[in-house]
Structures are given as structure tokens and as C-alpha cells.
């Protein structure tokens, strides 16, 4: 016998429609790099209140339910470049603009890794964020532009450093002429799409033109040791972690030849290191005021080389062999 609150009609058909809601979502989904079916059975863990799995045919791990297109604008919102004082969470940046001679000193490394350009050679730098990578790069002889869907990033780029960002997806974006580079630095595992991605970076490059992409490697020494606590586990703003396995794997199916994968270091500001800090340990306010204070002293602006070998560089070449159609 049932006790208590008997249903109306009108209440149970309610019940009814929250249960269709909820039995209404796919159960599962399909890997975009060899589509095997992913479903509740391979879920790896639960962080931040969303559900990442790992494909059990190549192994990529990846973020089960993903934002849709409106909820872009509001992740990638100002909030995600500069954190008030008092957000102690260690997501996004801390001043993404205030570290730019950081981005320059990485900007000028990565440059390196393309190699020398050849005059007036063509890059495109998807997620160029503010601009400092294209601004380098025009200075070491490029004629480059970025695409982000940032407004007020590219808007600062474009303002402020005086460099061709164009607001907005990189699917979208219009590629008249195909060019020499298409580079993803800290990119590809914020994509929604990330196959479409390389798949578009293929159509609009050169035959013999190089695409290059920097993301973590979840399988990584460090990312397997921190598991859910790994600094770039954050799947808020990252939905897709590649491995030094599933990248490759990924830029194979597309058409491209691997040419290098490293794990190089990068330069950061004491600062920003702190910030991230939090993300790997318990949070409490002795915690949050010792990151304060060393944001806040004069250490926390000393720029750092750091590498933790969870973090790789992949050069890859659309063969010479390919159609040049874009
Ligand atoms: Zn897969």
C-alpha cells in the first residue's frame, strides 16, 4: 500500500514527461576517430558533474555529453581568460593578456618547430585566442591570421597588436586560397569536433603543408599517476584528451603523415603555475592564500621553462601525393 501524497493525474503525466526527458538522451554515443559505439559501461570517471569515457576500440578518452554550439559564448567568455581574485577553481587563465610575454617566448618556440617558412609562406592559426602566436609569426616572415571564437580575445588581437584574428569558428571561417600551415596550439581538446577539425585543416592546406597541434597526453606518465585529479582533466573547457596513440591514429584516418610527436617544454609565469596547482589538489582557504600570495609577490610574475612531459607536439604533413582541392 502506498503512503502518503497520492498522484493526480495531472502530477503523474508530469512524472511521466521528466522521465521521457531523461530516457530521451542517448545512452550512447560514437567515437569520432573509429567510431565504436561508447556507452555508460565506459565511463572512466565523473568530474565537474559530466561523465568521461574511454573508447574502447582506440582508447581516446573524451567528454560523453558535449556542449552545443550556444553554450560557446558563455564558455569561452571573458571569465575564461582573466579569474576574479576570488575563484579558486584553477580553470581557465589567470590573466591570459597580463602573460603575454609568455605566450610570446612559447609563440617563437613553436615557430621553431614549423621550421624555417619560406617568404611569404601562409599560416593559419586556429584558436589564436588574443594573437600573440600570429603576431610572431608574421614577424618570423609569415603571412598569418587566426580564427577564435572569442570575441573579445580576437577584438584584443585585433585592436591591440594590430593582427588578422577573425571571431568565430574554424569550420565556418572562409579559406580562400589553401595555405602553408594550420597550427592548433591548445586547441583541439576544447573542439566540439575535433575530426572535422583536422579533416578541414587537410582540405585547406597544400599538398606537402604541415599541420601542427599541441594538447596533453593523457596517457602520459603524469596523467596516469594523477588520474582524475590531472591538471588538464577539466572538462568544462576540455572535451576531448588525446594520447600519444589516439592523435597519430586521428591524423592517419584523415590522410596525413606523422612527421614528429614531442613533448616539449613550455614557459610559464609562477603565477599561472600556482593557479593550476589547484586543480590537482583539496581545495581550503590556507591553500587559496598561499596562491594568493605568490600571484600577488613579485615571484609570481618570474617566468618559468616547465615540463612535465604531458603535454605533446605533433607536426603532421598532408602528403605530396594529395589533391590540392580545398
Ligand atoms: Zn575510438
Not at 163 to 170: K, R, Y
Not at 239 to 245: I, Q, W
Amino acid at each position: 500500500m502506498c503512503i502518503g501524497k497520492s498522484h493526480t493525474p495531472e502530477s503523474a503525466s508530469k512524472l511521466a514527461a521528466k522521465i521521457a526527458v531523461v530516457y530521451a538522451k542517448p545512452a550512447t554515443t560514437h567515437c569520432c576517430v573509429c567510431s565504436t559505439e561508447v556507452g555508460a559501461a565506459d565511463v572512466v570517471w565523473r568530474k565537474d558533474g559530466f561523465d568521461i569515457v574511454r573508447c574502447a576500440g582506440c582508447g581516446l578518452v573524451f567528454r560523453s555529453d558535449l556542449p552545443d554550439d550556444s553554450e560557446i559564448a558563455q564558455i569561452y567568455g571573458g571569465e575564461y581568460f582573466t579569474r576574479d581574485e576570488q575563484d579558486s577553481s584553477g580553470q581557465g587563465y589567470l590573466d591570459y593578456v597580463a602573460d603575454a610575454e609568455n605566450h610570446r617566448l612559447n609563440a617563437r618556440r613553436r615557430l621553431a618547430a614549423l621550421r624555417a617558412a619560406p617568404d611569404g609562406a601562409e599560416l593559419l592559426d586556429v584558436g589564436a585566442a588574443a594573437g600573440f602566436f600570429v603576431e610572431q609569426a608574421v614577424a618570423a616572415g609569415w603571412k598569418a591570421r587566426g580564427v577564435d571564437v572569442s570575441d573579445e580575445m580576437a577584438a584584443y588581437g585585433r585592436d591591440e597588436l594590430s593582427v588578422d584574428v577573425t571571431t568565430g569558428l574554424f569550420q565556418k571561417l572562409e579559406v580562400d586560397s589553401q595555405v602553408d600551415a594550420v597550427t592548433m596550439w591548445d586547441y583541439i581538446e576544447h573542439s566540439h569536433d575535433p575530426v572535422g577539425d583536422i579533416e578541414r585543416a587537410f582540405a585547406v592546406l597544400k599538398p606537402g603543408g604541415l599541420l601542427a597541434i599541441s594538447t596533453g597526453d593523457i596517457d602520459s606518465l603524469v596523467g596516469r599517476l594523477s588520474g582524475r585529479r590531472w591538471h588538464l582533466l577539466t572538462p568544462r573547457h576540455h572535451n576531448f584528451f588525446f594520447s600519444r596513440n589516439t592523435l597519430p591514429e586521428a591524423l592517419r584516418r584523415a590522410g596525413f603523415e606523422v612527421v614528429e610527436l614531442r613533448h616539449r617544454a613550455y614557459w610559464f609565469s609562477v603565477g599561472y603555475l600556482a593557479h593550476k596547482t589547484r586543480t590537482m589538489l583539496t581545495r581550503s582557504r590556507v591553500l587559496d592564500r598561499f596562491v594568493a600570495s605568490i600571484v600577488d609577490s613579485r615571484a609570481g610574475g618570474l617566468s618559468v621553462p616547465v615540463n612535465l612531459f604531458d603535454v605533446m607536439t605533433v607536426i603532421a604533413r598532408k602528403p605530396l601525393s594529395a589533391g590540392a582541392a580545398a
